[in-house]
């Protein structure tokens, strides 16, 4: 049951990560039209930059899990390193257990923030303005998914190596 | 809460956590989020959760992306071997000529894309080797591939140059502009020093017979000058167009990303899993340096909410210093730490530091991050912990990192002659950004 919901919760960090990936798509597609529209046909948008600035958002926040997952996040690891393997262990356990905690930390406050967003129905300020909680939506997502691969590797999950990681 | 007892609380907090090898975006997070639960409780969470909503949706940092995949594309099209090729033709029958070739390739390839190490990772697998069978000192190629990797976060574009400005609130065009003129003097500095070194040691570098004996360095130098011009043509359609001020810098960047998929398409090598290959490697670094710029920039505004920000500027003022030991001390202090701690976590709790200390000694705020930028970027070079040194030994392993610690040192130490000439004249980093556009 545990190994399907952690392949439930990997599926969607890969699908999430695609996301990310469509994300600098929209980003550069929003410019070479404003680009196009604003030099070519004198008729500048008004949504482009706001819309690039909204997928800016979910680009980093769908990454973030599949970032934990990979152990990919940066670090200075030279102490930990030169440690004696047991105490090498025990740094990493202590870290990893603040790593989970305080991305579920970040995942309540950012979620409680979206959620007051969506029931006082409040717009971002721009010139095309959407709900807000359809851009923070995506915070609140990148910090819980990111604690839950802390949580599993705190249980022994290792990061996959490059081997791994280049077949998938 | 004292703003001293808050600023070097929140600081020596930051340094303990890196130091134990806690992910940054961690130790961000951990800082903030019990600085804004000290100061205002858990009523100021709303605050904190904005903090992170109007980072991750600031227009400009869009551009960080946007160069990354630029120069994802720009790896994958083949452009980098033609550079080289026309390059390895173009320089003359000088002994030591493949020093210059990889001198020049980097500052071009900073030209196409900005990151250090990726740079550092390319020549080492590809030039690297190469030198060292045309019978090249080791040291002295893995010094000159360092030295040439370290010019990319200074030539424009430049993704530090961009968060750089973003976090100091200074023009991201006109800070890319800065990096130039910088830029080049440095790589005339570390061609004139390795012409000297190799004129004073030939042993350096091998005899020229044997070093142009390779096909490679034959045939048209016109037709080899010809190939390199759809490469510069896209830096034209990057920075050409900032300069002019025709495009924003994230307009120029997506400006780009078009060019080099032109590039790519040119060479035969456009087709959809390089496309989807190089947004992937753009989200993955892009969100790797962005969160932490997410999480991290909360730190500044609790420097101003507790005070410490104007307080710090106070006691600089009671200090009296003169203007130039000043700045020695804020290039100084970030010098000696960036060797030992990362370039993106330091320069987000220097900021906002030095902020208030600029404004009150009349420093131009182009100037000044500009000379912190190419600090930063030494700090990617400067043993025992430079990124750049890793990159170069991951790329060549069967150098002893000892090897790559001494070859760095010498172009460390240019790179700070440089730094000083920049300091004391201002007009080379100021002048073309004055002349350019209103971007």
Redesign the interface.
């Known amino acids: 049951m545990l190994r399907r919901l952690c392949r439930i919760h990997d599926n969607l960090t890969a699908a999430g ?1 695609a996301g ?6 929209v ?2 597609g ?3 039209y ?2 196009a529209a604003r ?1 070519f046909f004198s008729a500048p948008t008004s949504w482009a ?2 819309v ?6 979910p ?3 769908l ?2 899990p ?2 934990t997952r990979r152990g ?9 390193d030169g440690l004696p393997q047991p105490y090498r262990n025990s ?2 356990y ?2 990893l257990l ?2 989970a905690l ?2 579920l ?2 995942a309540w ?2 979620g ?3 959620w ?1 967003q969506y029931i006082r129905e409040i717009e ?1 300020i721009s010139a095309f303005p959407i709900p ?1 909680w359809w ?2 939506v995506f ?1 609140p997502y ?1 910090m819980l998914s990111s604690s839950l691969y802390f949580w599993r590797q705190l249980a022994g999950e290792a990061p996959p190596t490059v081997a791994e990681e280049s077949r998938s | 809460m004292t703003w001293w007892v808050a600023l070097s609380g929140g600081v020596a907090l930051l340094l303990l956590l890196l130091t134990l090898g806690v992910p940054l975006f961690v130790a961000f997070l951990i800082l903030n989020v019990s600085g804004v639960f000290l100061l205002f409780g858990t009523a100021g969470f709303g605050l904190f959760a904005n903090s992170i909503y109007s980072t991750a949706t600031t227009g400009a940092l869009t551009a960080v992306p946007l160069f990354i995949a630029m120069g994802e594309i720009l790896f994958r099209s083949g452009a980098m071997e033609v550079l080289f090729d026309s390059l390895d033709r173009l320089v003359g029958k000088i002994r030591g000529r493949q020093y210059v070739v990889c001198i020049l390739l980097s500052a071009i390839l900073g030209a196409l894309s900005g990151a250090a190490m990726a740079v550092a990772g390319l020549l080492g697998r590809s030039l690297f080797p190469a030198m060292r069978k045309r019978g090249y000192d080791t040291q002295f190629s893995a010094g000159t591939i360092l030295a040439g990797a370290s010019l990319d976060p200074i030539i424009p574009p430049s993704v530090l140059a961009i968060l750089v400005a973003t976090i100091a609130d200074v023009s991201i065009g006109k800070m890319l502009i800065a990096g130039i003129i910088p830029g080049l003097v440095l790589t005339c500095m570390f061609l004139v020093y390795v012409l000297i070194r190799v004129h004073l040691n030939p042993k350096l570098a091998p005899d020229l017979a044997t070093d142009i004996a390779d096909r490679k360095t034959s045939g048209s130098a016109l037709l080899a000058l010809a190939k390199m011009l759809p490469s510069l043509l896209v830096f034209f359609m990057v920075m050409g167009l900032i300069m002019l001020g025709i495009a924003t810098p994230t307009e120029a960047a997506a400006t780009g990303v078009l060019g080099a998929l032109l590039l790519a398409a040119m060479y035969g090598r456009l087709n959809i899993q390089m496309i989807v290959d190089a947004l992937f490697a753009a989200a993955t670094v892009a969100s790797l340096l962005l969160i932490i710029m997410c999480t991290a920039v909360m730190f500044s505004q609790l420097l101003t909410v507790t005070g410490a920000a104007s307080s710090l500027g106070s006691l600089v003022v009671g200090l009296s210093l003169p203007a130039a030991i000043m700045l020695f001390l804020m290039i100084a202090v970030p010098f000696v730490l960036f060797m030992f701690l990362d370039q993106i976590a330091l320069m987000l709790v220097l900021v906002p530091i030095y902020q208030p200390i600029i404004k009150i000694y009349g420093f131009d705020d182009l100037w000044f991050w500009t000379l912190f930028l190419v600090v930063a970027t030494v700090g990617g070079l400067t043993p025992p912990f430079g990124y750049v040194l890793f990159a170069l030994k991951s790329a060549a392993p069967d150098v002893p990192l000892e090897v790559i610690y001494r070859a760095s040192w010498p172009f460390v130490w240019i790179i700070v002659a440089g730094l000083a000439m920049f300091a004391v004249f201002p007009d080379l980093i100021t002048f073309l950004p004055r002349l350019s556009g209103p971007r």
């Open positions: 990560f990310a990936a469509a994300s600098v798509a980003i550069t929003s410019f070479w404003e680009v030099y930059y706001d690039a600035s909204y997928a800016l958002c680009m980093i926040f990454s973030m599949e970032m990919a996040h940066i670090a200075v690891s030279y102490l930990a740094l990493a202590v870290v603040a790593a305080i991305c930390i970040g406050i950012s409680a923030e979206t007051r971002t807000k851009v923070s915070i990148g």
